[in-house]
């Protein structure tokens, strides 16, 4: 029991000792130019070309770490995360012609907006040969989940103060008419016919609308859709117009675009009439106060979330300073660290450090090479009630984005561990697995009380396996089910052996 004692107060001063070596090293400003790395009224192909230049990509404030009302619409920013949801493919007009009540013409551009504007007297010709229609998708992204403290605190340091210039200037008695009223406009021929149709099953249906419920609004919980509710995220609807292919579910990605948060794109101000689900139209056209839109031309593919191995992100190499310890030396202080954490067991440490820094490296068949899913069982549950915990905190100060899941049963019987496809919303709902690559998950069975595990539970162990086992995840569409694949390195703490197909120790 003294033993015991002694490694719990080893483990804390260690780890506290830790924090500060990291807050020293890790926590450091940035040091770049921000003024002058861009003009914001240059045409986005410009700003496309300069950057490629990955210290002026990181010049741009980030919307992750900035208050909208920072911001204004039509503004440069950049936004950093995970795709949660990809929603359907959208037809804008690329360029229309404008024509005014005096009978001039001009061409205006639609890429990069949300909304058509015009100035007073101006009206949009869609007849004109001149019109252009194009494609582009939207992607709802959300900040990574399980992003720890010390990742949060290097990436805002690094964000710059957003300088509140508008992108394009517009007169004040501009009328703006969103992109989805071009379908409208374009059987204008027709609203007669229907306005005549629209009066009789309006008479004839007012008893029915006079008894029927109110629609429902959708909670700002469920339009944000954060795969860890515990530990919520900031969404965004991003829009990109090529390499549609390229871009992947759960994968992490950096994107430069123009801000768009024009009050017209909230659904509570689009008319509903034509709409057949109002739940979708919510769900499609959320506040976008509460999430804004992105119109991106700059995109950069993350392997990974740590901030530290981003060479834009580091500081310039300063002559006087001592020079980077060698991988040997950080090898050692580590398992020194882990091995305080694990009762003097040098090698449970070993074990531990090796699980850390495994990753899925290629897939073979049914086989995902690199994975190390670890069980560490045998913990003193009875003598340290706080020991998992207090191993968890160590391991946050190590990795760049962790979540820690206790297994109770009520956990187990009601939260939602896979992705669902909710056909009213048409919204992939996430769930508590859907994480982003290299995001460590550690189970707590210590927290396991005696019970039934329902239908629910059940569900949460057959996915827990098979992403152990496979480090796939199964999303569920209702009619079927795609796997996906994840890198998500799974620890399981246990008293006794682990229910759950991982490799244990001892």
Sequence with gaps: MSLLARNRQQLLSFGCCYLRICLKYILMPCLMDVASTFNSQRDPTELKESLKDLYAWHAIPLLNYTPLHKLKDQCLVRFRGMIQDMMDPEIYLECYEVKSTDGNKRVQHGKYHDCLKLAAGEAIDYNADSNVHGERRTLFVVSVPGLNDWTKQHESKCSPQPQLVSQTQWPNNAKKRTLDDQEAMEVEDDNDAALKRKCVETTKSTSDDATAAAPSVLGSEYLINSPLPSRPSMACMVKVYEDFDSYKLNSLVDFVGILSVDPSLDAA??????????????????????????????????????????????????????????????????????????????????????????????????????????????????????????????????????????????????????????????????GMLQLAPHTHLVLDETCMQQGKLEANGVHAVQHLAHLINSQELKCDFQYYQIDYHVNIPVLVLSEGRSMLPVWEYP
């Design 269 to 430: 101000t689009i008319d509903t009439e034509g709409f057949d689900s109002l739940s979708e139209l919510q769900a499609t056209h959320p506040s976008p106060f509460l999430i804004p839109r992105l119109h991106a031309f700059g995109v950069r593919q993350l392997p990974h979330a740590n901030p530290l191995l981003d060479k834009s992100l580091q500081q310039p190499a300063d002559a006087g300073a001592s020079e980077d310890p060698s991988q040997s030396s950080v090898h050692k202080d580590l398992r020194m660290l882990l091995k305080l954490c694990l009762f003097d067991d040098d090698l449970a440490a070993e074990y531990l450090l090796s699980h850390l820094i495994s990753s899925v490296y290629s897939r073979s068949e049914m086989q995902s090479i690199g994975k190390f899913a670890l069980n560490i069982c045998n913990l003193p549950k009875d003598s340290l009630a706080e020991y998992t915990t207090k191993l968890y905190q160590v391991l946050e100060l190590l990795l760049p984005a962790s979540h820690y899941l206790p297994m109770t049963l009520e956990t187990m019987n009601t939260a939602a561990f896979a992705p669902k496809k909710d056909y009213e919303t048409n919204k992939l709902v996430s």
